[in-house]
């Protein structure tokens, strides 16, 4: 039997089966109730779009994986599926990060294979393929996050190494305290309809598990999603903060992204998560979570968070 073949994904016509796709991997269909806890029994047809979003992200409904994969698109990110007689059986989604100071990075932000192909060679030959991408492209290296032990033992088969752990953080936000005064900092509130990109020569300290341009396309259309999802939630906020000669820019939303100048980081980014978590505070968020590799956790602990979890961070050269 002739196998998969590997092709860009069409976004006009292919929308319909990559939902269905991703929603072969859902064992058990439950409703959610408004704090997010799990619900009672259901199917596909009943949930909310938010309800679907909460089964695993924007790829079990039709209008999410719509404006997610407009999204991928804007970051200059790829889309590749495997068809087998005209089906989809495959899909893997890479973003690349062609700038300072992770020059030549290809990502793979996600990967799903249909239950009744696995283990049949199809995840390889998409990740054969996305990193032929990537060297046409330039890339140095490719990166996954790996959540689990199935995905962790894949990737080490096609000679990924782990480089990392990606570590997960929360803080619970209580009231304002006098350790929260930061005079000395100033805060410029910035348009995300006027930045369409990253801010140049800044590093993503937080948040750093994606591209920079991927992160950045994703929050500029976060009020969309919202309103998909029908969330009254605020959009995330971006700001620039400026102490003298140190700059950042941070998000106030319930996840920290931070970008920071190519200055001495050392004695602002303490200072820089405090703003956030004050400017997160404004727009309602009751609980802050954050992304770091381990050369942060240290700082993250002294200003309140606690680690949660860890996913491991691995890479190919090419």
Known sequence: MTGPTIEAVNPETDIEALVSLNCREIAEWHHYTKDGTRGAPSTWKELSTWERWRHGGPWLDFNLLSLHLRILEEAGGTVLVARQKGEIIGELEVVYDMGSPERGRAHIVWMV???????????????????????NLGCQY????SQDQDSYSFYKSLNFQKMNRLLFFSKELGNE???MRIDDVQMLPLEWKQRPRPPLGFKLVFGNNYTPSYTWAYLRHMGKLYELMDLDKPSPKLWLLRQKETEAVTVAHNFVRLWHSPQDASDFLATALRVTEKLSRRIGVSQLNAYSFPSHQRLLEAVGFTLQGEEAYLSIPL
């Open 142 to 145: 490719v990166t996954v996050s």
């Open 177 to 179: 305290t006098a350790s």
């Open 113 to 135: 294979v249909d239950p009744a192909w696995q283990r049949k060679g199809v995840g390889t030959l998409l990740v054969k393929h996305a990193r032929e991408l990537a060297t």
